[in-house]
């Protein structure tokens, strides 16, 4: 039996929820039968009461209930996992009936065994002249069954008395009673209350102040406390998802969302209420909240965040379900209510659930149609606040959801060459593209400044096109998974081999190539001197502000990707030196028209090609052309004294200059006072 019981279970707290299950269960059908059988009298105040005995180490559960003859209890607790309650449905026929009971009432009777190591039922069925009997096991497999009358059952109903193990004598308390109520039974349709002792204090004459009060005078008064034991009701929540949209107001909503998920001062942005019927039933109300909530603003994903509640029947189950929504939708808020799903079996085994996939496609619709309600919205301020708080989570769905991807992808905001300080999607960049263009332009880097610096954007920036600013480490990962738009192929501006619409290739081809013939002689000395940091040098035409510019060939990686992949090995125990080799070597594509490169030409010509100052301005034009691309210095200091090496060369020829200037000076001024004399 324990193996059983724990191979169903892996949370003890559990039990007190099957049971509160099982009685409302006893409690709904009862109801159902008074009103099919016309005894009103039945019906009146169905209720469940839980009580706990220190002295004799018990909790008592009672409802009032259909209650169990001797056969029933015969049949519904002599073997595990013998359901009352299927069998109640196969008993009405089609089992379409309105009872919304609870099911598999066996398994989750035994539930009381993860607690107790004995039990007793003491039950009375609402048949005609029924006694009471009591029923009694300590989990073994033998029971006893016997009449009852020590503490009569008015009515009908059912009474379990656990007694408790010695290691799970913190249910006694009602303290811990009234918390596992809360968590998993607040909504359960039928009253539950606890007894519970209560402290009050109240005013009451102070005899030993008023012995020698004078006659007509108010008597004093003092505060004493007075304790007293009663029921106290627990689920005073209401499920509102019961109820139809048209019924709830939007303050309701709010008022729900708040208090459900601890959220008093978030305003969700959206929400929907909707219901699944047919193969499969649930009710559901999700809420996309107004900002971030706390647990994911150190962790997006965090595996302790409880974002969607699943009931089934209106009692809790878990709020940890990796499967009811894919990760990408970590941020949306929720109710799930199954009529469907298992009660009493383990998180492990609902996930396997093939009705749990059925409703995880139907809440990825719904939160979809309501991202796009808030994109839609008049008040354009509502998205990017969403934007904000959860554009990452929609980048992430780019990447792991394909079922959804063509959805997710319009939903996408960036920022652009064009746009300012605003956001836009690619809709609204294919409005503003140039006649005849075919190619959505793009670039990578830590930043929109940063993207605004990129020498590789300048290139397309000066032909009028605009530019699409991906600047977070999760951009590049995410745009790989958009090879096209509609149909406009997705073009990184950094990679070589850019090309444009509007221009014929062959005459572009031919055209760079009479460049790097043209100068030949400044490519062939940075290709030497630069040799081991880039895997080749093009001059072009493309770069109109910049001297140099970094690109990628068609399959390296971004310096924002190396920075990641980088960072990734050393956090793995490895070691940053070298990594992927000379696979992510970069070109170096220089603009031969810019006075820097035009200098450096001269130097080679002037100097020859083993000068060390022509060297050091080499490495220098790649050390400025890495930093503007978005590459990081490999050695900090070596730049450092480049730059130093630089200003003494320029220093000595200014002052060399001011030297020769301060003697042609002076030797006019001898020249007039010669002329003078």
Not at 221 to 227: A, C, I, L, Q, S
């Amino acid at each position: 039996m324990d193996i059983i019981i724990n191979s169903l279970y892996s949370n003890r707290d559990v039990f007190l929820r099957e049971l509160v299950s099982n009685a409302a269960d006893a409690c709904d059908k009862k109801r159902f039968l008074s009103i099919t059988d016309g005894d009103t009298a039945a019906l009146a105040n169905p209720e469940i009461k839980i009580k706990s005995d220190k002295d004799a180490m018990t909790v008592t559960i009672e409802d009032t209930g259909v209650g169990m003859t001797k056969s029933e209890l015969q049949n519904n607790l002599g073997r595990i996992a013998q359901s009352g309650t299927k069998k109640f449905m196969e008993a009405l026929g089609e089992g379409k009936a309105d009872v919304n009971l609870i099911g598999q009432f066996g398994v989750g009777f035994y539930s009381a065994y993860l607690v107790a190591d004995k039990v007793e039922v003491v039950t009375k069925s609402m048949q005609a002249d029924s006694p009471q009997y009591k029923w009694t096991s300590d989990a073994s497999s033998s029971y006893t069954i016997s009449e009852d009358n020590s503490d009569p059952i008015e009515g009908s109903g059912t009474r379990l008395i656990l007694h408790l193990k010695d290691d799970a004598l913190e249910y006694m308390e009602s303290a811990k009673l009234e918390e596992l109520l809360q968590h998993y039974s607040e909504f359960v349709e039928f009253p539950i209350s606890v007894w519970k002792e209560k402290t009050e204090y109240k005013q009451v004459p102070d005899e030993e102040a008023n012995k020698d009060l004078p006659e007509g005078e108010e008597p004093k008064m003092k505060t004493v406390p007075e304790t007293t034991e009663d029921y106290e009701l627990m689920n005073t929540n209401k499920p509102i998802w019961l109820r139809t949209p048209n019924e709830v107001t939007e303050e309701e909503y709010k008022d729900f969302y708040q208090s459900a998920f601890r959220a008093t001062y978030d305003e969700p942005l959206a929400h929907t209420h909707f219901s699944l019927e047919g193969q499969i039933e649930c009710k559901s109300i999700l809420y996309i909240p107004g900002m971030l909530p706390f647990e994911l603003s150190k962790d997006m994903f965090d595996e302790d965040a409880k974002n969607i509640r699943l009931y089934v029947k209106r009692v809790f189950i878990n709020d940890k379900f990796e499967d009811i929504v894919p990760r990408w939708l970590k941020f949306v808020r929720g109710v799930v209510d199954s009529q469907d799903l298992p009660l009493n079996v383990s998180r492990e085994i609902l996930q396997k659930s093939k009705v749990l996939s059925i409703i995880n496609k139907r809440l990825v619709r719904k939160s979809l149609d309501m991202i796009k309600d808030i994109e839609s919205d008049e008040d354009e301020s509502k998205y990017i606040m969403f934007w904000n708080n959860f554009g990452k989570y929609l980048k992430v769905g780019v990447i792991e959801d394909r079922r959804n991807k063509d959805d997710i992808v319009p939903l996408l905001r960036f920022f652009t060459s064009s746009s300012g300080e605003e956001y836009a999607s690619l809709d609204q960049y294919i409005e503003n593209m140039k006649e005849n263009q075919k190619q959505i332009f793009y670039v990578t880097a830590d930043g929109k400044e940063k993207a605004q610096m990129s020498p590789a954007a300048e290139k397309v920036r000066s032909r009028g096109y605009e530019v699409l600013y991906l600047t977070e480490p999760i951009d590049e990962i995410m745009i790989e998974n958009v090879p096209d738009y509609k149909e406009f192929k997705l073009v990184d501006v950094s990679k070589e081999g850019l090309s444009f619409d509007d221009e014929d290739k062959e005459e572009r081809k031919k055209k760079e190539e009479e460049l790097n013939v043209d100068h030949k002689a400044v490519k062939d000395f940075l290709e030497g001197a630069l040799a081991g940091k880039v895997q080749k040098v093009q001059i072009t035409d493309l770069l109109s502000d910049s001297p140099a510019a970094l690109v990628q060939s068609a399959y390296g990686m971004s310096p924002t990707m190396q920075r990641y992949m980088k960072a990734q090995n050393v956090a793995a125990g490895g070691s940053d030196d070298g990594m992927m080799g000379s696979f992510n070597q970069a070109v170096l594509e220089v603009n031969p028209a810019h006075p820097i490169v035009l200098d450096l030409e001269r130097m080679v010509r002037s100097q020859g090609e083993e000068s060390d100052e022509a060297k050091d301005f080499a490495v220098l034009l790649y050390d400025v052309a890495a930093l503007t691309s978005g590459y990081e210095i490999e050695d900090s200091g070596d730049f450092a004294q480049r730059i130093l090496s630089m200003m003494t060369i320029k220093s000595k020829s200014d002052i060399r200059d001011v030297e020769v200037e301060a003697q042609n000076v002076e030797q006019e001024h001898v020249e007039d006072n010669h002329e003078n004399v």
